[in-house]
């Protein structure tokens, strides 16, 4: 059974930083994709970042720059490295992993609050 599990959502202030961490159960190898959603109150989920297992980023206009995705194979853990946080990326965020042609697995979400 696939267990994503999310880690290190929070309180922000605008402009600070916070790092995500999906802990993934058995070989990250094993999908074909790695991905952040998030959800806003009232809003679709909408993906945020992507990595393929080649290693391809793909970012959604609204983070670019300001987000990073990776991950560590040797732990099995994809990271977002969110940097300059505002406002709007409130939401809670969820860990994804993708076997084509369309399997989806997902984390249980944390809450990330970007407030003053």
């Known amino acids: 059974q696939v267990q994503l599990v999310e880690s290190g959502g929070g309180l922000v202030q605008p402009g600070g930083s916070l790092r995500l961490s999906c802990a993934v159960s058995?070989?990250?190898?094993?999908?074909?994709?790695m991905g952040w959603y998030r959800q806003a109150p009232g809003e679709q989920r909408e993906l945020v970042a992507r990595i393929t297992s080649g290693g391809t980023s793909y970012y959604a206009d609204s983070v670019k720059g300001r987000f990073t995705i990776s991950r560590d194979n040797a732990k099995n853990t994809v990271y977002l490295q969110m940097n300059n946080l505002k406002p709007e990326d409130t939401a809670v965020y969820y860990c994804?992993?993708?076997?084509?042609?369309?399997?989806?697995?997902w984390g249980q979400g944390t809450q990330v609050t970007v407030s003053s």
């Open positions: 058995g070989s990250i190898f094993s999908f074909d994709a």
């Open positions: 994804n992993a993708v076997r084509l042609p369309s399997r989806h697995y």
